[in-house]
């Protein structure tokens, strides 16, 4: 094919897609707007996860009549000149391409009226075309609404999760919008239901209580400090210990009122909590960082969730000295052991979570989910809370170099020799780096490895962190790295196929994903003993009386069953002893 210009309306359904991912993209998109034109009253109303429809409205100062096409122009934006503005940007907006973007896979409807004129305007478009515009008569604001999205993408709707879990992922924007910005009202509906609402009285606190509910918010401390070498402040709240999460979505962070995703500043926050937390269960934390424009990129990222900071290492500090010293002062005693949530909610909610729909509250659950009905219960495997001890276990002998044979008070236990394995080093490796950190050993000579360019950009990224997991290697030019250091237990030859499904699990970062404990797994997969491997009597004694001492004996860390158990009634049965 001889190279060609694409058709205009090719080249914006593909920048589109950059920007505008599901409906929460484009709520993202258009509560931005709203918040920088000024307004204190936000709506947004959606239908059908988003799909059907997302319709916000704003009593912000509204587009004059004659600008209002052009706003639907790419690279149309009234918040900045020149490219230097983009380090002074306090808009949340900036690339003039949100309203383009929208309109060009969608039909959209816009109405405004600019606060000083006295007729207002509506426009619609349908796949970037301008179908009518005439006057409207409205008060000062403007309502956006956007039905059936990607109807002109097929292959982008069919990337779209379930209405709950797209629903989910709005609730999840508003609730951090809304933290963002408590002197403005927010409300959410979804299908004619009220999801959430905050009243706009300026108080954190408030917002808190009416994202969170009471309980929550009477959990969270206030967190206050500085770090003037930086010229940072910092603002928010922190849970008290005895408050915690399966995962991290609830740690939220804005920079400059942006609400962003840093997955270093989070990792600050949870350091702040070292030893305070019990294993695998993560703080929330709510937290406003104020720093100079300058000393902050945030045109790194299409959808601008992402930003880079000048000093960064500095700030991951600051935040993690600041979480520290706040728990510290107000919460001598840290209970460990105690969770808020009882086990039957905490239950409820991870099912939630496993199919896919995060919310904030409980109410808010069942407002999303149409209700939290049981039926999601079994699903949910691996109940951490009621975790259920093994008794004593006597090795009889191994099958097929993977199975150990055992017997135990209550019958014939069968063990999956690589699995339990799996369970008993996770554990290790998890509390060996909540202590003194993951036992390593340096290598005599520092093995090379060559990785593909995504992956070196990857591990580039992740190389600071990639010591927290007893690993340490550095740059050796192009797509080389040199391993220095390894942990205990990993074969040299195994240290780059771990390494590269580390770095499989750094990309699903985006979407919520703890890569920590991913990796964290992933290492102790790799120093496991593997199925096919013939064991002596004395090591499958070991194995199987550390099993014992496990927390969670019964399944590996990727959910798999450590062992089937048959009881002596049942054997009795099989043999018709009965
Ligand atoms: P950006 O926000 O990056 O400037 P957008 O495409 O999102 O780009 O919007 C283009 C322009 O349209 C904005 O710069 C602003 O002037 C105007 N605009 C969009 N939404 C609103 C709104 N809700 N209220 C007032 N003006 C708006
Ligand atoms: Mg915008």
Not at 538 to 557: A, I, N, T
């Amino acid at each position: 094919m001889p190279i060609h210009l694409l058709a205009s309306e090719v080249a914006a359904k593909i920048a589109a897609g950059e920007v505008i991912e599901r409906p929460a993209s484009v709520a993202k998109e258009l509560l931005e707007n709203a918040i920088d034109a000024g307004a204190d009253d936000i709506r947004v109303e959606i239908a059908q996860g988003g799909r059907s429809l997302v319709r916000i409205s704003d009593n912000g100062c509204g587009i004059p009549a004659a600008e209002v096409e052009l706003a639907f122009a790419r690279h149309a934006t009234s918040k900045l000149t020149s490219a230097d503005d983009l380090y002074r940007v306090r808009t949340l907006g900036f690339r003039g391409e949100a309203l383009a973007s929208i309109a060009s896979v969608s039909r959209l409807t816009l109405t405004t009226r600019a606060a000083d004129e006295s007729i207002g305007t509506q426009v619609r478009y349908e796949g970037g075309e301008l179908l009518r515009r005439e006057p409207f008569g409205r008060s000062g604001g403007t309502t956006i609404q956007v039905e059936n999205l990607f109807y002109n993408t097929p292959a982008r709707l069919k990337f779209l999760r379930s209405d709950p879990t797209e629903a989910g992922h709005i609730a999840r924007l508003v609730t951090s919008y809304a933290l963002a910005f408590p002197t403005i009202r927010f409300i959410l509906e979804h299908n004619g239901r009220q999801v959430l609402r905050t009243l706009g009285t300026g108080q954190l606190h408030d917002c808190l209580i009416a994202l969170f509910g009471l309980d929550v918010a009477e959990q969270m401390l206030a967190l206050n400090a500085a770090a003037p070498e930086i010229g940072v402040t910092l603002d928010g709240y922190i849970s008290s210990p005895a408050l915690h999460r399966a995962n991290r979505t609830d740690l939220i962070l804005f920079v400059n009122s942006r609400w962003v995703q840093d997955s270093t500043l989070a990792f600050g926050i949870c350091e702040g909590y070292r030893t305070l937390l019990p294993n695998g269960r993560y703080p929330m934390a709510i937290i406003k960082i104020n720093l100079p424009p300058e000393e902050v990129d945030v045109n790194i990222h299409p959808t601008k969730r992402e930003v880079r900071f000048r000093r960064g290492r500095e700030l991951m500090g600051a935040l993690q000295r600041a979480v520290r010293s706040q728990l510290m002062a107000l919460h001598p005693v840290p209970a460990v052991n105690s969770s808020l949530e009882s086990n039957e909610q905490w239950q409820r909610r991870q099912a939630l979570l496993n199919a896919g729909s995060y919310t904030p509250t409980l109410g808010l659950n069942a407002a999303l989910t149409g209700a939290t009905n049981k039926s999601l219960l079994p699903q949910w495997q691996n109940p951490e809370p009621a975790s259920e001890r093994l008794p004593m276990l006597r090795v009889v002998g191994q099958i097929a170099q993977t199975y150990i044979i055992a017997e135990g008070p209550g019958g014939l236990y069968l063990i999956d020799q690589h699995a339990a394995a799996e369970r008993i080093r996770f554990e290790e490796l998890r509390t060996q780096q909540q202590q003194n950190g993951i036992a390593a050993q340096d290598l005599l000579d520092p093995l090379p490895l060559e990785f593909s360019p995504q992956q070196a950009l990857l591990l580039e990224a992740h190389l600071s962190e990639l010591p927290l997991f007893g690993l340490e290697l550095i740059p050796f030019g192009g797509q080389t790295f040199l391993v220095k250091r390894i942990p205990v237990g990993l074969n040299s030859n195994e240290v780059r196929a771990a390494l590269v499904e580390m770095l499989d699990t750094a990309q699903n970062q985006a979407q919520g994903f703890s890569w920590e404990e991913q990796a964290l797994i992933t290492l102790a997969c790799h120093t496991a003993v593997r199925a096919g491997q013939s064991l002596a009597l004395e090591e499958m004694r070991e194995l199987v009386r550390r099993l014992e001492g496990s927390q969670l004996p019964h399944s590996c860390p990727h959910g798999r069953p450590t062992m089937v158990h048959m009881s002596r009634a049942q054997l009795d049965k099989e043999f018709a002893r009965r």
